[in-house]
């Protein structure tokens, strides 16, 4: 089951129209290991998104190492591609569900990587919805759901095939809290049984109940790194 490691992992980008260099994230250090729930924290624009990007091989550094399990992930042997495809489910902080497709056709592209025939694929995907509360959505389409319900189906997307990982950015942001304390509870038991959860958020009272690992981004760089730690811990 995969560690995670950065080593001196800073990431840039040239932003338009000015061509101005940002440094995103910033010689960080850092190493999760599996079963660990991990809250990044920070204000907007601090480099949530971009950490959690790099943490799950969604992007590559500007400078530094990322390793999964001692391998250096910036290879593009094509086996190590098929690697971080099975140990990531990845929610980015904007919704992905495809608007003219159904529920099932947006879940049926990944579902179809796992293991097995397209039936397996199909039981895959009903049995994460179900998990994440959505069971009888399948044949609607996203227009029809409300922005909670549609954060849930990307969470049983991110889920379908069962991953050792997952990296969740902002998934409860806009929800009410009710629905948004359902994703928590669903996301430790899922933690309890072995699941790796790192999760960019602001939810403060959330984080501060939960007491796990707490992360906090400053212009790009760790501030602080608290277990059990509190929504704004600096250590
Ligand atoms: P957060 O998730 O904490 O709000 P981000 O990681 O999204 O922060 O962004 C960190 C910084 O990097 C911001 O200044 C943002 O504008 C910049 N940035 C992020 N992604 C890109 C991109 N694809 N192109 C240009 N700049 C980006
Ligand atoms: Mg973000």
Redesign the pocket.
């Known amino acids: 089951m995969p560690q995670i490691r950065l080593e001196g992992v800073s ?1 840039n ?4 129209p000015d061509k101005r260099i ?4 910033q010689d960080v250090n850092l190493t999760i290991e599996q079963g660990e729930f991990v809250f ?1 924290t ?12 790099l943490l799950s091989c969604e992007t590559q550094p500007s400078r530094g190492s990322v390793y999964l399990d001692d391998i250096n992930v910036s290879s593009l042997a094509r086996w190590l591609w098929e690697r971080k495809r099975q140990s990531f489910g990845y929610v980015p ?1 904007v919704s992905t569900l495809i608007r003219k497709k159904t529920i099932a056709e947006n879940l049926f592209p990944v579902a179809a990587l796992g293991p097995g025939r397209s039936r397996s694929a199909e039981e895959r995907m009903i049995k994460a919805l179900r998990l994440v509360g959505m069971g009888d959505v399948l044949y609607r389409y996203p227009v029809e759901l409300s922005q909670g319900e549609c954060r849930r189906v990307e969470l049983a997307r991110a889920i379908v095939n069962n991953p050792p990982i997952l990296a969740l ?2 998934l409860t942001a806009n929800l009410d809290e009710d629905t948004a304390w359902d994703i928590f509870l669903f996301l430790t038991e899922v933690n309890h049984h072995g699941t790796t959860v790192i999760m ?1 958020t602001h939810a403060k009272n959330f984080v501060n109940l939960m007491r796990r690992r707490v992360i906090t ?1 400053v212009d ?1 760089r760790i501030l602080g790194d608290v277990q059990k730690g509190r929504y704004g811990d600096v250590v």
């Open positions: 990431k980008y040239r932003q338009e940002i440094a995103a994230v990044i920070g204000s907007s624009g601090a480099g949530k998104s971009t950490l959690l990007q902080q950015d902002e960019a981004l790009g």
